[in-house]
């Protein structure tokens, strides 16, 4: 009840408790079907995607007004909305949880069509709209909100990216960086402008940061094509410097040797391993649920649960009921 709802159980889970119904499956499994269809279940649409996606972050950093006057509270607002809504579409259409990270379809309302330059939604709420094959939106990580909360006010921050998206999306928290370790500079106003790519090639040299950067860098540089406020851009906007704005270049190997183009490639070469995506979600599920965090000698269970949906091709739904069906969950 405090998973699903956000609050104490009803009278119907209470006269289900004493009867000892939820000791059986069938039992437990049907007081969890009335659970999921009760109006209460949003308590969990809601609150769980801020926490696992880190959403209380969106709008820490202002974005400098002066750089993006077009920001605004709505905007922000309406960022969050988006994500929020976006999980609570998957689970209540039971989709794949590829579909977190790679689809073809998101939820707008006309601030943010405005925003992303896409046509914008009769209705004044917001609503899933279909995006065409060429559009670069699609899938979680690429919302306006995850962008913006892994940037600061004035740029884009790709390591800040990696590392978030090494955290929620595939549950790998990278170590935190070196003491001492000089920031990257802005450009000089007489030497050429340089994209940050350019400039955290040159940090990499650093042995002590090497190692830990080669696998948390290309995760983030693979969104550089988007801004601080995750618009789309073909070049990279440079305060100071001589020059022309630099071209991006959002292509990059993942640790294993594949090699993407740019977000699109690199969206689907992480919905195909949904093996992996699986696991990471459920990490960051259980927690949620059980309120704790998980160790190491959680995971057996945690890749035993996985397994357990992987035949339903790890729809949402059935991640959250292979979960609440385990001895992982009812033994907390």
Not at 65 to 76: A, I, Q, R, V
Not at 144 to 172: N, Q
Request: hydrophobic fraction near 35%; proline fraction near 8%.
């Amino acid at each position: 009840s405090y998973f699903l709802w956000s609050s104490m159980p009803d009278e119907k889970l209470f006269a289900a408790a004493r009867s000892g119904k939820l000791h059986t499956s069938e039992g437990l499994s049907s007081e969890l079907d009335r659970m999921l269809a009760d109006p209460k279940n949003d308590r969990f649409l809601d609150a769980f995607p801020k926490q696992w996606l880190q959403l209380h972050r969106v709008g820490m950093f202002q974005p400098d007004p002066n750089l993006y006057p077009e920001y605004d509270p709505w905007l922000e607002e309406s960022m969050v909305m988006e994500t929020t809504a976006y999980f609570a579409e998957m689970f209540k259409k039971n989709l794949p949880l590829r579909e977190a990270v790679d689809s073809n379809w998101t939820m707008l309302n006309s601030r943010l069509a405005i925003h992303y330059g896409l046509p914008t939604p009769r209705q004044a709420k917001l609503a899933r709209v279909e995006l065409n094959s060429t559009s670069q939106r699609g899938g979680i990580l690429t919302h306006a909100s995850i962008l913006s909360l892994t940037s600061d006010g004035t740029r884009h921050r790709p390591v800040h990216r990696g590392a978030w998206l090494s955290e929620a999306i595939l549950a790998r928290t990278p170590p935190p960086p070196p003491p001492n370790v000089d920031p990257l500079e802005p450009v000089a106003a007489d030497q050429p402008k340089t994209t940050i790519r350019s400039q955290l090639e040159a940090h990499r040299t650093n042995r002590t940061c090497a190692s830990c950067h080669a696998k948390i860098d290309p995760l983030g540089l693979a969104f550089d094509n988007f801004d601080a406020i995750g618009r789309w851009r073909e070049t990279e906007r440079i305060e100071g410097g001589t020059g022309d704005s630099p071209p991006v270049d959002a292509s990059g190997a993942l640790p294993n040797g594949k090699r993407f183009a740019g977000p699109a490639e690199f969206k689907k070469l992480l919905a195909e391993n949904d093996d992996e995506l699986a696991k990471a979600f459920l990490e960051q599920l259980a927690t949620y649920a059980l309120r704790r965090v998980m160790t190491v000698d959680d995971i057996q269970q945690l890749h035993a649960i996985a397994e357990s949906a992987k035949a339903e091709e790890y729809r949402l739904q059935s991640l959250v009921r292979q979960l609440v069906m385990s001895d992982l969950f009812q033994r907390r």
